[in-house]
């Protein structure tokens, strides 16, 4: 069982900054793919960034040289830093694990087994 817990979501301007931080407790023993969703109102749930076991990185085009996903593996902890912020970035965000991939070879909404409960970020002109 792996448990997650954002945090760091708020209210920025456009062309701010935000770090988000999803602390996870469970399988502590292993590393595996983590990675962040965002919701917006009356969309779909979307894939944002992934960093696998071994620490490589992915992310959705419209996020790419902006946003930066990390975990520390010493405080179980993964981080999503946002910068350059536009408006179509708010949403809700969430944390999500999958402790029996070390790979991200997937990275869809029905490949993660854990979640967050979200956390949002509103960003405005």
């Known amino acids: 069982q792996v448990q997650l817990v954002e945090s760091g979501g708020g209210s920025v301007q456009v062309g701010g900054s935000l770090t988000l931080s999803c602390a996870a407790s469970?399988?502590?023993?292993?590393?595996?793919?983590m990675g962040w969703f965002r919701q917006a109102p009356g969309k779909e749930r979307e894939g944002v960034a992934f960093i696998s076991g071994a620490g490589t990185t992915g992310y959705a085009g419209s996020v790419k040289e902006r946003f930066t996903i990390s975990k520390d593996n010493a405080k179980n902890t993964l981080y999503l830093q946002m910068n350059s912020l536009k408006q179509e970035d708010s949403a809700v965000y969430y944390c999500a694990a999958d402790p029996d991939r070390f790979w991200c070879a997937s990275t869809k909404t029905g490949d993660f087994a854990y979640w967050g409960q979200g956390t949002q970020v509103t960003v405005s002109s």
């Open positions: 469970g399988y502590t023993d292993r590393r595996y793919c």
